[in-house]
Nanobody
Framework: QVQVVESGGGLVQAGGSLSLSCATS????MGWFRQAPGKERTFVAA????????DYQDSVKGRFTISRDNAKNTVDLQMNNLKPEDTAVYYC????????????????????WGQGTQVTVSS
C-alpha cells in the first residue's frame, strides 16, 4: 500500500511563509496541487523522481520551491511571500517511476494522493 502523507500548512498573514512536507513509502515523481473552494484542483509544482527537474505554475514561480530528500522519501514545498489567492487545500501526489525522469502537470498523471492540508493566507 503506497502512503502519501502531507504535513504543515496553517494560517499565515500575507507576505509570510509556510512549509509543507510530504512523506511517501518509496521513490516517485511528485507533485503538489491545490484546490480552492468551488474550484478545480490545479497544478502548483512538480519534481522528477531523481530530483534533477522541477517545474512550477507561473503564479508561484520565484515564491515557491519544491525539493526532495530521497534518503528520507520526503518532498517539501517551501512557500514564501504568500498571497491571499494562495489560500486552498494543498495536495501531494505521487506518480510511479517510469523510464522518463520528468515532471507532470495533470492530476490524471498521478497514481496516489494525500489527504490534503489547509493553507490559509489572510490579507
Amino acid at each position: 500500500q503506497v502512503q502519501v502523507v502531507e504535513s504543515g500548512g496553517g494560517l499565515v498573514q500575507a507576505g509570510g511563509s509556510l512549509s509543507l512536507s510530504c512523506a511517501t513509502s518509496g521513490r516517485y515523481a511528485m507533485g503538489w496541487f491545490r484546490q480552492a473552494p468551488g474550484k478545480e484542483r490545479t497544478f502548483v509544482a512538480a519534481i522528477s523522481w531523481s530530483g534533477t527537474r522541477t517545474d512550477y505554475q507561473d503564479s508561484v514561480k520565484g515564491r515557491f520551491t519544491i525539493s526532495r530528500d530521497n534518503a528520507k522519501n520526503t518532498v517539501d514545498l517551501q512557500m514564501n511571500n504568500l498571497k491571499p489567492e494562495d489560500t486552498a487545500v494543498y495536495y501531494c501526489a505521487a506518480r510511479l517511476i517510469s523510464a522518463t525522469d520528468g515532471t507532470y502537470y495533470s492530476p490524471r498523471d498521478y497514481n496516489y494522493w494525500g489527504q490534503g492540508t489547509q493553507v490559509t493566507v489572510s490579507s
